[in-house]
């Protein structure tokens, strides 16, 4: 029994396999490319499997002797569910690196077969949605009984390819929030705010990003507004994507603009050294009373590859029991603190 990074050779995957290896650890690399595997197995030195999600039967025989799996191939819109299908039927355990509501709420929405499966499905286990899951669940422990939570996200340095794929399959998408327990668009007055990042102050815009699911199960709090800050001179496109929706989503626009993000290679590790991640948070009672805090990272791509090499580590040792969970459920809220170059601020 082993663990294993699926997508090993894509931009995320592989950081999380050279964080192992640098650590000690020899997890098995797997994707659905032979080549690629081949190569970055022989330069790392860890032994490789090529099986592809589209049939049950390879998935099932690609797990059948792993321990815990680290789901690192998206979209995970499409692959989460062959995976975690394999998963249930294996017994293996699961964490990936998605930050897609809908992911999470299907992911999550399986307590009760995870548990008769004797596994752990720990979805979100990187900068989606570790940081902000994390402060949540500390805000709202200083507070309990706060009725609305906003997060405020900001992660500079650029995407990877897997991360521009899902921005582009979600191009025009209105954002979300979570509104008296329901996940719908973003209400017209929650669309812009102001938000003081440790940094500085920045302007943001609402944004459909996992804590709308995430944070409801970890809290309880069942109104929950997400943004993201607006780099300086986007501000443009961001209201002009908003008002070409549909025309964003259509196959003749969208098809061409998700081939063209296999042209991303992804930060290299000099800009992710200068690009920090921060977390902003605040939980409001029904009173006013506030309680606000933050969390600086790492660039978001070297926190997931830190988080999710130590996640798959306490699954491997049992420490995660059998079920659906949130990172701060499962881990702790303190969990973010143990993570290399965090800082926690509460004020």
């Known amino acids: 029994m082993t663990w294993m990074v699926y997508g090993a050779y894509g931009y995320t995957g592989r950081l999380v396999a050279e964080v192992a290896t640098r650590r000690g650890e020899r997890p098995l690399l797997a994707g659905r490319d032979e080549r690629q595997l081949a190569a970055l197995g022989e330069h790392l030195g860890l032994e490789h499997r090529a099986f592809d999600l589209s049939s049950a039967e390879s998935v099932r025989e690609g797990l059948s002797d792993v321990q815990v799996v680290a789901h690192c191939a998206g979209p995970f819109s499409s692959t989460a569910r062959p995976m975690v299908e394999g998963c249930l039927a294996t017994g293996t355990n699961y964490l990936d690196i998605t930050g897609e509501i809908d992911v999470f709420e299907y992911v999550l929405g399986l307590e009760k077969e995870a548990e008769a499966a004797g596994l752990a499905l720990l979805p979100g286990a990187g900068f989606d949605v570790v940081p902000s899951d994390c402060l949540a669940a500390m805000l709202s422990h200083a507070l309990p009984g706060a009725e609305t939570l906003t997060l405020a996200i900001r992660m500079p340095g650029g995407a990877s390819p897997g991360t521009a794929r899902t921005m582009i399959e979600s191009l025009g998408d209105p954002g979300r929030a979570r509104v008296a327990g329901a996940i719908v668009p973003v209400p017209s007055d929650r669309r812009r705010r102001t938000v003081p990042f440790v940094s500085g102050t920045s302007k943001t815009v609402a944004i459909a990003w996992g804590d709308v699911s995430t944070a409801y199960h970890s809290t309880g709090i069942d ?56 977390v902003w948070g605040e939980v409001v009672a029904r009173d006013g009373t506030r309680s606000c805090g933050a969390v600086t990272t790492p660039n978001g791509y070297d926190l997931t590859a830190d988080s999710v090499v130590r996640i798959a580590k306490r699954m491997e040792a049992g420490e995660i029991p059998p079920g659906a969970w949130t990172p701060s459920r499962a881990l702790g809220a303190d969990f973010v603190r143990e993570l290399d170059g965090v800082a926690v601020q509460r004020t």
């Open 223 to 278: 109104d929950i507004t997400v943004y993201a800050a607006v780099p300086a001179g986007a501000a443009p496109l961001v209201r002009m994507l908003s008002m070409v929706g549909p025309v964003a989503r259509s196959r003749v626009v969208n098809a061409p603009m998700r081939r063209l993000a296999g042209l991303v290679r992804g930060p290299s590790a000099s800009i992710r050294a200068e690009s920090p991640g921060e």
